[in-house]
């Protein structure tokens, strides 16, 4: 089955720890993006690539960073200048072009140990 | 202004009666629109897409787009207490390569 899978489910970092989020799609889609969600908020985004060996900051990239060394795959790296990383995090994928509809994974569940 | 805007709620409805959801949003030239299912602890999930002025409907779902008014709205008829989630809607941002921007999202309960 086609789809978007990130890895882990559930995740803990120490203080000072960087820690990286997988997140890998077969769709063949050449945009991804990572979204945070904090409870009762809604998506903010951090990065977005609409191709491979390119990427751009979205809202909140501070505390982030990325890679697209490949078409199918957007690791996202929580680094420890994030200061409040505890939050519901979300990779997505789509097609290019205008109407852009998002498919998203299951999601990362970071917390700070 | 906040670029897009939804009633946090929860919005309670009885099983079976129409569910209701706004959304405002501030970007005059936005041009598509998208309602997102969100189950709790879980990823959203696109439940409908509109991207012209006028009703647009799937099954139980319409969305309801006015671009002169800048609203946009889901109805869920005959409402079944699996429709209760939480709902983002979603509008394109035409001066920032058309990436989404999602409102906060508003909480709905079907109640049996």
């Known amino acids: 089955d086609g789809g978007i899978t990130q890895s882990p489910k559930y995740l803990f970092r120490k203080e000072g720890q960087n820690v990286t989020l997988s997140c890998e799609q077969n769709l063949n889609h050449d945009a991804m993006y990572w979204y945070r969600q904090d409870p009762g908020q809604g998506l903010r985004l951090i990065y977005y690539s609409q191709i491979v060996n390119d990427f751009q900051k979205g809202d909140i990239a501070e505390g982030y960073s990325v890679s697209r060394e490949k078409k199918e795959s957007f690791p996202l790296t929580v680094t420890s200048a994030q200061k409040n990383p505890t939050a519901f995090y979300l990779c997505?994928?789509?097609?290019?072009?205008?109407?852009?509809?998002?498919?998203f994974g299951s999601g990362t569940q970071l917390s700070v140990l | 202004q906040k670029e897009v805007e939804q009633n946090s709620g929860p919005l309670s409805v009885p099983e079976g009666a129409i569910a209701s959801l706004n959304c405002t949003y501030s970007d005059r030239v936005s041009q598509s629109f998208f309602w997102y299912r969100q189950y709790s602890g879980k990823s959203p999930e696109l439940i409908m897409s509109i991207y012209s002025n006028g009703d647009k409907e799937d099954g139980r779902f319409t969305a309801q787009l006015n671009k002169a008014s800048q609203y946009v709205s889901l109805l869920i008829r005959d409402s079944q207490p699996s429709d209760s989630a939480t709902y983002l809607c979603?509008?394109?941002?035409?001066?920032?390569?058309?990436?989404?921007?999602f409102g906060k999202g508003t909480l709905l309960t079907v109640n049996p």
């Open positions: 997505a994928s789509s097609t290019q072009g205008i109407n852009e509809k998002l498919f």
């Open positions: 979603a509008v394109d941002r035409r001066g920032s390569n058309y990436k989404l921007t």
